[in-house]
């Protein structure tokens, strides 16, 4: 058997090739378009394949041993050579190039293939969406082609997957140093157990003198330098992040002993005492750190960093390269998280007082200009004056297990103003995860619908898709009765970093919403525009419309209507208002968006 041809772009293509990486996400988003070929063909072999240097892996199989095989066995090797057609081999054992193939003439017995090459990022050939058979077989040119727009889709998949891991490691990394930055500080800080956290604050001592010496330019080398030498210093485990400025924070995991902070500190001092040089002059790198770990210096995340930060302000004060620790009197933060549980125990006893509200945000279909409909959005105001925001509140109301009765409060809440007038748009409403998940909730919308007197099509769930996580039967059951007397579900944060796609396919969602960090780089770059082009069309692709949320500016709008897309809400239309201020909100956010877009207002 013959060596099988590389291409001339061999090396580029393999650069692409890098650029996918297998998971379990990324084979249930490629199975739809797998099983999609297979039962296009009538074939009862087919996969999505990846020609790496040597060899040749699926991504995604199904009727066939998934093992690699060599390059020079793989019939996709030769399908990638050219990209832009369907390699159909109606008889392998006819074909000379395939004849002695082990495939062909050992025990898999293949007698059929039909390859369309897929594209990396980069535009190069990286694999097939391939159908195989034991018979062979023929296909007609609209089965062909429909296989190939198949491939195109599953290209705009793998890119999207790939963008879209990308776009969150640099929505979360300091553009500078490499280090984490605030975002994936607080990522980390909700996921961590506040028992065994470690905060080190840091803060660059003599920092200005570099950059009045050297210059921005040589400010930023230092701090590169900084950030470089605290990741050899920590554990692979620990996080480095940079807060802004000449501030860094070192998050560490298990911490056993308050000590223990300070030997890290000790390290962290010795990393930086080795000469810089910076323009051939040896620059001191010297740092002052606060530390703080719980359980010993609080119980609550955010209270740690402020309790270390109170040390790093206390070590400043005390002299340049000081590490303080802070003091075990227990901070104030978790009173106040008290406070919050006393209040939402006192809201959800029975005969309780809520004391959330409503406000309301308007979508504006962008092929007509239209305000087809709002979505629901919570609020609490204190009464000391202070707003609290849902990210703040929520988790405090998840774990201690009042979703389910602020969900129904919700959906009560946006009923009663519903039934109160005869506005003409349907309303959105968020479900916990776990309450959809929870077996019962349609019938629970019915009684809330049948009780105000609100038919089903006048209102909207949505949910996201952590809600499939637990039962996923109770989930489907639950959209379908809410199908039944016509309540719309909607999937949320669609394209967020989760294997969407499939679930689009495999449940009856009537809507889906792009996720808004999509949304805020959609007209930011090429990259931004043809990310939000590849959510665009796969939406497209399963024929169900598709809403952009958080549009901030005319661009984004602009972008996201040339894209297809078919509604969208954000600040650029209009802030979230009350009910009573809805319709002139709606009338304000089509006239805008009819700017925008360069459409007249009808006189």
Known sequence: ???????????????????????????????????????????????????????????????????????????????????????????????????????????????????????????????????????????????????????????????????????????????????????????????ADPNGLGILMLDLDGFKPIN?????????KALVEVARRLREAVRSKDMVIRLGGDEFMVLVLGVEQPEAGLGLATRLHASLADTFILNGSPVPLRVSI??????????????????????????????RGITRSASATPGGEA?????????????????????????FQPIIDLKTCEFVSAEALLRWRTDTGLSLQPADVLPVIEGMGYSGALDRWVLREACGLIASGHAPWTVSVNASASTF???????????????????????MIEMVEGALAGDAD?????????????????????????????????????????????????????????????VAGMAEAFSIPAVAEGVEHAA?????????????QGFFLSRAVAWDALAEAGADAIERARGALGQHIDA
């Open 1 to 191: 058997m013959t060596s099988v041809p590389r291409s001339a772009d061999e090396a580029e293509r393999l650069v692409d090739v890098a650029d996918i990486s297998s998971d379990e996400a990324t084979e249930e988003l490629l199975g739809a378009f797998m099983r999609l070929a297979g039962d296009l063909v009538g074939a009862p072999i087919s996969g999505v394949s990846l020609v790496g240097k040597d060899e040749q892996s699926f991504l995604a199989i199904r009727g066939l041993n998934a093992a690699p095989v060599p390059r020079d066995s793989s019939f996709c090797a030769h399908a990638i050579l050219e990209p832009d057609q369907v390699m159909v081999v109606p008889d392998l054992q006819a074909d000379p190039r395939f004849s002695a193939n082990p495939l062909v003439v050992g025990d898999s017995n293949l007698r059929f293939y039909a390859g369309a090459p897929l594209r990396g990022t980069r535009g190069h050939a990286v694999g097939t969406l391939c159908v195989l058979d034991r018979e062979p077989r023929t296909l007609s040119p609209a089965v062909v082609e429909r296989l190939q727009d198949l491939a195109r889709g599953v290209s705009a998949a793998l890119s999207l997957r790939h963008a879209v891991r990308e776009m969150h490691r640099l929505a979360r990394t300091d553009p500078l140093t490499g280090a984490g930055n605030r975002k994936a500080m607080e990522e980390a800080l909700a996921a």
């Open 212 to 220: 009045d010496t050297y210059g921005h330019s040589g400010g930023d």
């Open 290 to 319: 606060g530390f703080a770990a719980g359980p010993w210096h609080a119980r609550d995340a955010l209270a740690l960093v402020e309790r270390a930060d109170a040390a790093l302000y206390a070590a400043k004060r005390a002299g």
């Open 335 to 359: 009173v106040g998280r008290g406070r919050l549980e006393e209040k939402l125990c006192e809201a959800f006893a029975p005969g309780g007082k809520v004391p959330f509200h409503l406000v």
């Open 437 to 459: 998940g929870m077996p019962g909730f349609d019938a629970q919308v019915a009684q809330i619908l049948q009780e105000f007197g609100v038919a089903g099509e006048r209102l």
């Open 474 to 534: 109770a989930a489907r059951a639950n959209m379908l009765g809410l199908a039944q007397i016509g309540v719309r579900v909607v999937l949320d944060d669609f394209g967020g970093g989760h294997s969407t796609l499939a679930r689009v396919r495999e449940y009856p969602f009537t809507a889906i919403k792009i996720d808004r960090s999509l949304v805020t780089d959609c007209a930011r770059d090429a990259q931004g525009t043809a990310l939000m082009e590849a």
């Open 556 to 568: 984004q709008l602009q972008v996201l209507a040339r894209l297809g897309v078919d509604r969208a």
